[in-house]
């Protein structure tokens, strides 16, 4: 089976403060991709990044950055200072083998206050 | 480059009417996605077309819900008749997939449904 789990739903920080949002996922592909993405409150889904199974190298882009651990299905998202403009939903999702539809996880809400 | 555009955006309709829903995914992507986001469900996928075939509609909630791609740049989503359970917001998505790829999947706005 496949699936995304994202065990915070919500999450609230004072503005500079780092956050981790965390995912844990599962299956059974050798080959898979995962992804973060981000629905700030007008609605939209904004791709952050898309990580392949065979790459377990850490990414860092500005005040983000993601660690992946196949060791523990683990895809955690870290958000350096936060800051307002940060606030969102934050979607951990799933390509399970090469050309199939994302598997999202629920979802965690942050909420960076001033 | 343009992104997914949807139309429309927003949408208020009366129960038992017809709803429409149009998407024009990214140029020269092959894949073609729609999801609903619901709070009780959240993200679910509906369908998903390949090369403007559908793939997979296990997800259509049931025989009201039904999708077209009649060509590579242009997708619809219908809802006949609607209830106010279909209120939600519907995402359209596409990709540039083959089967080894795993792509990146862009969203469109989104369709915010309210069904009265």
């Known amino acids: 089976a496949q699936k995304v789990t994202q065990a915070q739903t919500e999450i609230s920080v004072v503005e500079k403060e780092d956050v981790t949002l965390d995912c844990v996922y599962e299956t059974r592909d050798t080959t898979y991709y995962l992804f973060w993405y981000k629905q700030p409150p007008s609605g939209e889904l904004v791709f952050l990044i898309r990580r392949n199974s065979f790459d377990e190298q850490n990414e860092i882009s500005g005040r983000y950055s993601w660690n992946f651990q196949k060791s523990t299905s683990s895809f955690n998202f870290t958000i350096t200072a936060s800051q307002v403009v940060d606030s969102a939903v934050y979607f951990c999702a799933l390509i399970p083998s090469g050309n199939t539809p994302l598997v999202f996880g629920k979802g965690t809400r942050l909420s960076v206050i001033a | 480059d343009a992104g997914v555009i949807q139309s429309p955006r927003h949408e208020v309709t009366e129960m038992g009417q017809e709803v429409t829903l149009r998407c024009k995914p990214i140029s020269g992507h092959n894949s073609l996605f729609w999801y609903r986001q619901t709070m009780m469900r959240g993200l679910e996928l509906l369908i998903y077309f390949n090369n403007n075939v559908p793939i997979d509609d296990s997800g259509m909630p049931e025989d009201r819900f039904s999708a077209k791609m009649p060509n590579a740049s242009f997708s619809t989503l219908k809802i006949q008749p609607s209830e106010p359970r279909d209120s939600a917001v519907y995402f359209c998505?596409?990709?540039?997939?083959?089967?080894?790829?795993?792509?990146?999947?862009?969203f469109g706005e989104g369709s915010w449904l309210t069904v009265v």
């Open positions: 998505a596409s990709s540039l997939a083959d089967r080894y790829s795993g792509n990146t999947i862009y």
